[in-house]
Nanobody, 115 residues
Framework: QVHFVESGGGLVQPGGSLRLTCVAS????????MAWYRQAPGKEREFVAS????????NHADSVKGRFTISRDNDKNTTYLQMNSLKAEDTAVYYC????????WGQGTQVTVSS
């Protein structure tokens, strides 16, 4: 069954860095695009970044361009989100996502940015 395990969240100071990890199982990982979304309390879920399967073409939301980088390791069935220069507004639960064509979501990992 499609399943994601997200990790790497935590508490960091503004300007700090984190790397989120999404380990996938239950489907041929290398054949599908992956994405990260986030949701803060009281707000709608927001697209963060995506990466294609073969060419590894990436797309990042304007709010994170230049600070976050999505990547993948197909040998490990893993998607990463490197987050640098973190801001308080980045505080949210971050979710791994795929549409194959049904939508599947991970459980999320909490990122808190606070001084």
């Amino acid at each position: 069954q499609v399943h994601f395990v997200e990790s790497g969240g935590g508490l960091v100071q503004p300007g700090g860095s984190l790397r989120l990890t999404c380990v996938a199982s239950g489907f041929p990982f290398s054949r599908y695009a992956m994405a990260w979304y986030r949701q803060a309390p009281g707000k709608e879920r927001e697209f963060v970044a995506s990466i294609s399967s073969t060419t590894r073409t990436t797309n990042h939301a304007d709010s994170v361009k230049g600070r976050f980088t999505i990547s993948r390791d197909n040998d490990k069935n893993t998607t990463y989100l490197q987050m640098n220069s973190l801001k308080a507004e980045d505080t949210a639960v971050y979710y791994c996502y795929i549409n194959i064509p049904k939508e599947y979501w991970g459980q999320g990992t909490q990122v808190t940015v606070s001084s």
